[in-house]
Structures are given as structure tokens and as C-alpha cells.
């Protein structure tokens, strides 16, 4: 009995190597019937749905911010303070054509920017998170940058100083981060300094300049254009699926 045990045995071995080295069938391959793993389809479904939303928020800071800077172009111009040459005011909406679309990136990175920087420090912002909060940061923003074309001061200290307090009150009311903060002194330091060596390479001046080439009251401006452009990037950033991460 053993013997036809071990006799039906190797028979049963031979039949299963002949079947395996059939001619004309490929070997199965080591975790073909595998099927990828819903983890990695779900990674790649947020990454890609992750990217959209980059871009939508991109698109839509970049027409706010090219649109803004016509309208409060065309509101210095108006009243004198900023002078370009001839032939740049004749061209569409009496701007240069470099303004909307420099503003329009410069308002797409800062408001990507802010969000980004709350994610990183691990102080998401939370102060005020509705449309109704940033609309109203837009219209103060608009009024300061209206005051410093239409309200007349004895001198542009006076001004500056109007213009400082109006923005760090616009900071306090709607922003009131540290990030917000440092981000918003951040930018003004670095368009003012850009600013600067465009006035100085001739490409547009300032009536009556006291800040070396430009108005000393500028850097209130673009501090509180930052925060309110973050605003708006940190309102189109609520509800998106978060930046997935490589394992």
C-alpha cells in the first residue's frame, strides 16, 4: 500500500508539471491576478482633483487681481499721482498694458500664498469665514486706496499716517493673524522696493515723491492690498481636499 500511495503521488506530480509547461502558455506571473489597491486609486482620484482646484483658484485671483488693478489704476491716474507716458495712456482703460497682468500673478501668489502658510504653521484661519466679511475687506481696501488719491492733507505725513492706521485697522477687523501680519509687511516691503526701481528706470513716476522715487503712504497700500487678496485666497481655499501626501 505505500507503494501505490507513492506511485499515485509522483503521477499526480507529473500531470501538474506537464500542464504547467504546456507549449504556447506563458507561466502566470508573480501578482498578475493582483488587483492595485484602492488606496492608490484614491491618492491619485485627490491628487488629481487637488490640482483642479490649484487651478481654478488660480484663474480666479489672477482676473480679481488684473481687475482691481484697473479700476485703482485708473483711480491714480485720475487724480494725477501716478503719470505714465503718452503713448501708454491712449491703450485700454488708460493703463499700462503690464499693470493688470503683473497684479493679476502677483494677486494669484499671494492669495495661494496665505492659505499655504496658515497650513504650514498649523493656524488655520478662522476669523470671520464668510463672503459677507471678505466683500466688505474688499470695499475698505477700495475706500483706502480711494483716500489716497482724493483726501487732501497738509503734508503726505499726515497722509501716510491716515493711510497706516487705515490699514492696520483693516488687518484688525478682518484678518487679525500673525501670519496675516507678517505676510502683509512682507509684501509691502518687497512691492515697494520693486515699485522703486521701476520709477527710477523711468517706466511710470509719482507726483511729488517724498519716499525717495514714490509717496511715502504706497507701502500702506500694497500691505493692505495683501491682506485683502489673502482673504479671498484663504475664502476660495476653504472645503478643497488637502494636498496629498507621498507614503
Not at 495683501?226 to 488637502?242: D, F, K, S
Request: net charge positive.
Amino acid at each position: 500500500m505505500p507503494r501505490l500511495e507513492s506511485g499515485a503521488w509522483s503521477c499526480s506530480c507529473a500531470a501538474r508539471a506537464r500542464h504547467a509547461a504546456r507549449p504556447g502558455e506563458a507561466a502566470p506571473k508573480a501578482g498578475a491576478m493582483r488587483s492595485p489597491s484602492p488606496s492608490v486609486g484614491r491618492a491619485v482620484r485627490d491628487g488629481t482633483t487637488w490640482r483642479q482646484h490649484l487651478v481654478q483658484r488660480s484663474v480666479v485671483l489672477f482676473v480679481v487681481g488684473a481687475f482691481m488693478a484697473l479700476v485703482l489704476n485708473l483711480l491714480q491716474i485720475q487724480r494725477n499721482v501716478t503719470l505714465f507716458p503718452d503713448e501708454v495712456i491712449a491703450t485700454l482703460f488708460s493703463s499700462a498694458w503690464w499693470v493688470p497682468p503683473c497684479c493679476g500673478t502677483a494677486a494669484a501668489v499671494v492669495g495661494l500664498l496665505y492659505p499655504c502658510i496658515d497650513s504650514h504653521l498649523g493656524e488655520p484661519h478662522k476669523f470671520k469665514r464668510e463672503w459677507a466679511s471678505v466683500m466688505r475687506c474688499i470695499a475698505v481696501f477700495v475706500g483706502i486706496n480711494h483716500a489716497s488719491a482724493k483726501l487732501d492733507f497738509a503734508n503726505n505725513v499726515q497722509l501716510s499716517l491716515t493711510l497706516a492706521a487705515l490699514s492696520l485697522g483693516l488687518w484688525w477687523t478682518f484678518d487679525r493673524s500673525r501670519s496675516g501680519l507678517g505676510l502683509g509687511i512682507t509684501i509691502a516691503f518687497v512691492a515697494t522696493l520693486i515699485t522703486q526701481f521701476l520709477v527710477y528706470n523711468g517706466v511710470y513716476q509719482y507726483t511729488s515723491p517724498d519716499f525717495l522715487y514714490i509717496r511715502s503712504w504706497l507701502p500702506c497700500i500694497f500691505f493692505s492690498g495683501g491682506v485683502t487678496v489673502g482673504n479671498i485666497g484663504r475664502q476660495l481655499a476653504m472645503g478643497i481636499p488637502e494636498k496629498p501626501h507621498n507614503d
